[in-house]
């Protein structure tokens, strides 16, 4: 599952958290952009934990004249 953007309440990671968790084998949630919205985050933690729903990549990029390149790349094997 990818999700694209700031990190916070208006893509709805609690209901695709939800979802996942009732997946006998649900696929990991890679985000794009910035994962740190006024402590949603914090939040949302909590609730993948609560959840057991593990795995998480954030990748974060800027954009020059058409190149892509990328900042910070994150990956951890836990609730996240």
Same mark, same amino acid.
């Given at each position: 599952?990818?999700? %694209? &953007?700031?990190?916070?309440?208006? =893509? $709805?990671?609690?209901? *695709?958290?939800?979802?996942?968790?009732?997946? !006998?084998?649900?696929? =990991?949630? %890679?985000? *794009?952009?910035?994962?740190?919205?006024?402590? @949603?985050?914090?939040?949302?933690?909590?609730?993948?934990? #609560?959840? $057991?729903? %593990? &795995?998480?990549? $954030?990748? +974060?990029?800027?954009? +020059?004249?058409?190149? *892509? @390149?990328?900042? %910070? =790349?994150? !990956?951890? #094997?836990?609730?996240?």
């Amino acid at each position: 599952v990818v999700g %694209v &953007g700031s990190f916070g309440p208006t =893509k $709805n990671v609690e209901f *695709i958290l939800r979802a996942l968790a009732t997946l !006998a084998d649900p696929p =990991k949630l %890679v985000w *794009i952009g910035n994962m740190d919205v006024g402590g @949603y985050r914090d939040r949302m933690v909590a609730l993948a934990r #609560e959840l $057991n729903v %593990v &795995g998480l990549m $954030n990748i +974060q990029f800027a954009i +020059q004249d058409g190149e *892509i @390149y990328v900042l %910070v =790349k994150e !990956a951890h #094997e836990y609730s996240f």
